[in-house]
C-alpha cells in the first residue's frame, strides 16, 4: 500500500513538468454483478450455512478527479474516485425450516484506475490496471459469534472501454471493470478455518467529466 501511494503521488508530481497536461473532475455510475461458480458451506461445529450469490446487477456511484497527460495521439490518465459497492447473497441454515434470507453488504472504497489510451479524433480507447481501497467495514455475512468475515483490504483488477471529448471540456466514458484476484473474501469459523468465497465483482461504469 505505501509503495503504491508513493508511486502514485511521483507521478502526479512529475506530471506539470509536460505541457499536454489537463486535469478535471468526474462523476458517474457503476453497475456490479458479483459471481460465484457454486454455492458455499460453511462449516462451524455442528452448524452449517450454504451461501451463494444473487443475481442480478446493482448500482453505485463514483466521483473524483483525473489527470491527463497528452503525448501527442496518446495519453495517460490516472484518477483518484470515491465509490459505492453493494452486493446481495443467499443465505440459508442446513436443516433449518426457516427459508433462505438476503443477505445485503454496501462497500465505500477509493478507485485508482491508471489509463493508457490512443486518441482517434474525439473518440478515445483505453486500458489499465485499477487498483481499490476498502474504506469500510462491511457488516459479517453470518450474524453469529461462530463466524467472521475477512474482507480484503487492497484488490487489484483492470478497466477497459472507449470514451469521447466534447468541445475540449466535457469528457465522456463507459468502460468495463474486472477483478484480478479470484478469492476477495473469506469467512473464518470459529477454529479459525477459513472459506474461500470465489465472488469477484465485475462492473460496467458509465461517467462523465469537467475539463480544465
Known amino acids: 500500500m505505501k509503495k503504491l501511494i508513493v508511486i502514485i503521488l511521483t507521478v502526479l508530481i512529475a506530471l506539470p513538468a509536460f505541457s499536454q497536461l489537463n486535469y478535471g473532475l468526474k462523476v458517474g455510475l457503476s453497475t456490479t454483478t458479483i459471481t460465484m461458480a457454486n454455492a458455499k458451506s460453511i462449516v462451524s461445529g455442528s452448524t452449517t450455512y450454504t451461501l451463494n450469490t444473487l443475481s442480478g446487477a446493482k448500482y453505485g456511484i463514483l466521483g473524483g478527479f ?19 459497492r453493494s452486493n446481495d447473497y443467499s443465505l440459508s441454515k442446513v436443516n433449518s425450516l426457516v427459508d433462505s434470507i438476503t443477505v445485503k453488504q454496501n462497500f465505500n472504497k477509493i478507485d485508482i484506475p491508471v489509463m493508457v489510451g490512443v486518441k482517434l479524433g474525439a473518440i478515445r480507447i483505453n486500458a489499465g490496471p485499477s487498483a481499490c481501497l476498502l474504506l469500510n467495514s462491511p457488516a459479517d455475512l453470518i450474524k453469529s459469534a461462530s463466524f467472521k468475515t475477512v474482507y480484503s483490504k487492497m484488490t487489484f483488477g483492470y478497466q477497459a472501454g472507449v470514451g469521447l471529448d466534447l468541445l475540449k471540456k466535457l469528457t465522456i466514458d463507459l468502460r468495463y471493470e474486472g477483478s484480478l484476484k479470484k478469492y476477495q473474501n473469506q469467512i473464518e469459523n470459529a477454529t479459525h478455518t477459513t472459506f474461500n468465497l470465489d465472488d469477484r465483482p465485475n462492473a460496467f461504469i458509465f461517467s462523465i467529466g469537467l475539463i480544465f
Open 66 to 84: 483525473f489527470v491527463r497527460l497528452n503525448i501527442s495521439k496518446l495519453y495517460i490518465q490516472p484518477e483518484l474516485l470515491f465509490a459505492t
